[in-house]
């Protein structure tokens, strides 16, 4: 049963998670990376044919210059190592950071069920993840499409629309949802900020091999090998990269296992975790 109090916890929650260092800083380098699309591509574009050329042709003539390029390369940078990173010490703090520091009892003591006090936590970090990708898109779209139009002249049938621009923001919110399930999970095994995002490294590192297996069987004949690869860790935090070339329904799956297994595994351990 929901307690009266959730709407509130969730707030509290909310409150605390964007006034971390951590998230303050994700949200600065989420800008910083939709602005800096935009001055890349300005810079490109200004180039001209006197720019530096590729084959005898221009650079500037190469790129395809758009407001969905702009905000699709904002999108890649942004989802490259560093603010994933951010997301996740946001994410160790919330739960592991408490824990060492011996505030999460204030909230484990009170008459509410172990689960609404991860939930609440779950919701306000994936609220920080919503805005970071908000701050990232609205100024490489925006300004992107003021600057170059929305869609690049001559662009070929196929290439990818607005729509499928705002479905790759939208399935990076579920993979950093992934990302933050795992971290939650992994907070309550490691209770601490540095073993939480270690752990969590390891593990991406130990998925990375099993998928460099993986395709190295699928090389030598093994069938089966290629059908386990989209659901791997990495692929399935991946799964907003096919908003260029095509989603992969397995990909999805393998997230929902992800959110699901590292939650669940979250829940259960919090239940019976003696909290300091």
């Not at 779950?122 to 908000?134: E, K, V």
């Not at 393998?254 to 939650?263: I, P, R």
């Amino acid at each position: 049963m929901i307690p009266r109090q959730f709407p509130r916890m969730v707030a509290a929650e909310a409150r605390k998670v964007f006034t971390q260092g951590s998230a303050l800083a994700a949200l600065v380098i989420a800008l910083v990376v939709g602005l800096g699309a935009v001055a890349g591509y300005a810079y490109v574009q200004s180039l001209g044919e006197g720019g530096p050329s590729f084959n005898g042709t221009p650079v500037s003539q190469i790129v395809a210059v758009s407001g969905i390029e702009t905000a699709g390369k904002a999108l890649w940078a942004r989802n490259f190592f560093v603010l994933p990173l951010f997301l996740l010490l946001a994410s160790a703090s919330s739960v592991g950071g408490e824990v060492s520091e011996r505030t999460l009892r204030e909230l484990v003591v009170r008459p509410v069920p172990r689960w609404s006090i991860l939930v609440a936590k779950l919701l306000a970090l994936s609220a920080l993840s919503a805005a970071t990708l908000l701050v990232t898109l609205v100024p490489s779209l925006g300004i992107g499409t003021a600057l170059f139009g929305l869609a690049a002249e001559g662009t070929p049938l196929g290439a990818p629309t607005a729509g499928a621009l705002l479905g790759g923001y939208a399935a990076s919110f579920l993979s950093d949802v992934g990302l933050i399930a795992i971290g939650i999970a992994a907070s309550l095994v490691v209770p601490s900020v540095g073993g939480t995002v270690v752990g969590v490294a390891l593990l991406l590192m130990a998925d990375l091999a099993l998928l460099g297996l993986l395709k190295l069987l699928g090389m030598l004949g093994v069938a089966e090998a290629a059908a386990v690869i989209p659901w791997t860790i990495g692929n399935a935090l991946g799964a907003w990269e096919g908003w260029q070339e095509g989603w992969n329904p397995a990909q999805f799956g393998a997230l929902a296992v992800v959110v699901g297994v590292s939650f669940t595994f979250a829940i259960a351990r919090f239940h019976r975790m003696d909290v300091p």
